[in-house]
C-alpha cells in the first residue's frame, strides 16, 4: 500500500482559518481545521456503524456540504462512496443499490421517495458533532474510494471505480488547465453523483487551498445572481451547454458583471463555436473541454481569450499527466488533423467497472489504453477537436442517454415487433431522443400508449421526444439495422 497525500488535512495546517466550503442552501460555511475536522467525525461516524476497508456506502441526496465530507471519510477509511442519481426512477435506483451492495444508505427526503430505506442526512451529521474524530492517516491511493454509476450500451448500468490517485490526479489535472489557486472560488450546483459535480468542482480547489460554494441545483436568474455577486467572489464555474445558453437568455444577464471570473467551463455535450465566441467577444472566457466519467479532466481550452476567439470549438489541450492517441480502424496512429478514435492514457484513468470483469476488459487496449469511442482529431498544436461519437449514445442537457436501454425497456411491450432510438438535435436539450416502433402485423400502436409504458420505467430525461410507426426498419444486407439511414429517414421528415 502506498500513502496517498490527504490535501484537506494539509491545508487545515497550512491555513486552518481559511474558507473551505459553504453551503448556500443551508446557510453553513467551513475553515479548512473546521472542514478537517468534520471529514474526521464522519469518518468516526462511518466506523462505529460498522464501515471499514472496501464497504460501499450510498448517498441519494441533493447537493450538500455533507456529501463531500461523506466522500472525504470514505477515503480515510478506505470504503467507497455510492452517489445515486437522483433523477433515475425508483426501480432503476433499486438495481444501483443492489449492484452496489451498501452496507450503509444515506439521503434526504429523496429516499421516501424512491422507496428506499436509509438514514436521514441531516441526522447523521448532527450525531457527529458529538464524536472525537478518527485521527487523519495515510490513504491507500490505489484503493477505490468512489464509484460513480453510468449507462453502458448494453442498457446496464456499470459503476466506474475511481481511487484516490484517480481523483487527485483530476484535481491536479483541472488546477493547471483552469488556473486554480488558493484565491479561487468554485460555485458547484453541477450534481454531485456526476464526475464534475463531486469530482472537478471540488478536488481542485481542496488541492489548491481555494474555496467551494455549494447549490442544490441550477437556476438560471439565482446562479447567474452568484456569478455577479462580489461578495461571494466566485471564479470559476462549470455548466453543460444548455445551462450557458440559459444564464445568455435570462433578462439580467450583464456581461460587465461576470469580468471577476476566472473563466466558465463548458463539458458534458459539445458547445457551438458561435456560442464560445459570443461570451469571448463579452469578454468571459467560456472554456470548452472534454473528459470522462473514468478519466475525470482530460482537455480544456487556454484560458487567453485570442485563442479562443480562434480555436471556436476546439476541446483543448492536455496537461502532462495525460496521454492521448488518435488511432484508426488498424489501431495506427492517425497523422495531425486526420480523424479516428480517441484513446486516453494517465493516472487520473479508472481501473474499471465495480463487478464488470468483461466490461473492463474491452474497455481497454492490451498496452493499457483506455477506448473512449469517441471520434476525434489532434491538429499541428495539440488542439483536440472532437468529431463525433462512435457508440450511439447521445447527450440530453448534459445526461448520458444510451438507446439500447430504451429499447431495451421496451422489449416486452405489447404488439412490438421491433424498436430503435435515435439522437436528433434540439435547440433547447442539445439532443433529444426519437423513437421508431415497428407494430406487429395486424397491430396498431399509438405514441400515448408508448409513452404511458415507458414513463414508470425510465427517467425523464430518457424519455423519447418523439415517437414515430414505420412498417420496418432499414437493414443491410447482413440483416443489421442501419442507424446512420434511420436518421437520415428521421431528419429528412
Known amino acids: 500500500m502506498t500513502g496517498a497525500t490527504d490535501y484537506l488535512n494539509l491545508q487545515a495546517r497550512l491555513q486552518p482559518q481559511r474558507l473551505a466550503a459553504r453551503d448556500l442552501t443551508a446557510g453553513r460555511a467551513w475553515s479548512y481545521g473546521e472542514f478537517d475536522l468534520a471529514a474526521g467525525r464522519f469518518a468516526a461516524a462511518l466506523q462505529e456503524r460498522g464501515v471499514g476497508a472496501g464497504d460501499r456506502v450510498a448517498v441519494l441526496a441533493k447537493n450538500r456540504v455533507e456529501i463531500v465530507l461523506l466522500h472525504i471519510a470514505c477515503a480515510r477509511l478506505g470504503a467507497i462512496l455510492v452517489p445515486l442519481n437522483w433523477r433515475l426512477a425508483a426501480g432503476e435506483l433499486a438495481a444501483l443499490v443492489a449492484d452496489a451492495a451498501p452496507h450503509l444508505v444515506l439521503g434526504d427526503a429523496l429516499l421516501g421517495a424512491a422507496g428506499l430505506d436509509g438514514l436521514d442526512i441531516e441526522d447523521f451529521a448532527a450525531a457527529t458533532e458529538e464524536l472525537d474524530p478518527l485521527p487523519a492517516r495515510a490513504i491507500d491511493e490505489d484503493a477505490p474510494s468512489l464509484i460513480l454509476y453510468t449507462s453502458g450500451t448494453s442498457g446496464r448500468p456499470k459503476g466506474v471505480l475511481l481511487s484516490e490517485r484517480n481523483i487527485w490526479q483530476t484535481g491536479l489535472n483541472f488546477s493547471l488547465l483552469g488556473r486554480v489557486t488558493h484565491e479561487s472560488v468554485v460555485l458547484c450546483d453541477s450534481p454531485m453523483f456526476h464526475v464534475i459535480g463531486l ?262 430525461y430518457k424519455l423519447p421526444k418523439y415517437v414515430s410507426v414505420m412498417e420496418a426498419l432499414p437493414r443491410n444486407g447482413a440483416g443489421k439495422l442501419v442507424k446512420a439511414r434511420l436518421r437520415e429517414m428521421i431528419v429528412r421528415k
Open 199 to 460: 469530482v472537478t468542482n471540488i478536488r481542485p480547489v481542496l488541492m489548491r487551498g481555494g474555496a467551494f460554494l455549494v447549490s442544490d441545483g441550477f437556476v438560471p436568474a439565482r446562479t447567474l445572481a452568484r456569478l455577479a455577486d462580489p461578495a461571494l467572489g466566485v471564479t470559476h464555474y462549470f455548466c453543460v451547454p444548455q445551462m450557458s445558453a440559459m444564464l445568455r437568455a435570462d433578462p439580467a444577464f450583464d456581461p460587465a458583471k461576470l469580468q471577476k471570473l476566472t473563466a466558465i467551463f463548458s463539458g458534458g455535450a459539445p458547445l457551438a463555436a458561435d456560442a464560445i465566441s459570443a461570451w469571448a467577444q463579452d469578454g468571459v472566457a467560456m472554456a470548452n473541454g472534454f473528459g470522462m466519467t473514468e478519466n475525470g479532466t482530460l482537455t480544456c481550452m487556454p484560458l487567453e481569450l485570442p485563442i479562443i476567439l480562434e480555436n471556436p470549438g476546439a476541446a483543448g489541450v492536455a496537461p502532462p499527466g495525460v496521454e492521448l492517441r488518435v488511432v484508426d480502424e488498424a489501431g495506427e496512429a492517425c497523422p495531425p488533423g486526420v480523424a479516428g478514435e480517441l484513446l486516453v492514457k494517465g493516472p487520473n484513468q479508472s481501473a474499471g467497472y465495480w463487478r464488470r470483469p468483461a466490461d473492463t476488459a474491452a474497455a481497454f487496449t492490451a498496452d493499457g489504453w483506455f477506448r473512449s469511442g469517441d471520434i476525434a482529431r489532434l491538429d499541428a498544436n495539440g488542439l483536440l477537436w472532437l468529431v463525433d461519437r462512435k457508440k450511439d449514445m447521445f447527450i440530453s442537457g448534459g445526461e448520458n442517454v444510451y438507446p439500447a436501454e430504451i429499447e431495451g425497456a421496451l422489449a416486452a411491450f405489447p404488439g412490438l415487433a421491433e424498436c430503435a432510438v435515435i439522437g436528433i438535435p434540439d435547440e433547447r436539450w442539445g439532443e433529444v431522443g426519437h423513437l421508431i416502433v415497428v407494430p406487429q402485423a395486424e397491430r396498431e400502436i399509438a405514441e400515448e400508449e408508448v409513452r404511458a409504458y415507458l414513463e414508470p420505467r425510465l427517467a425523464r
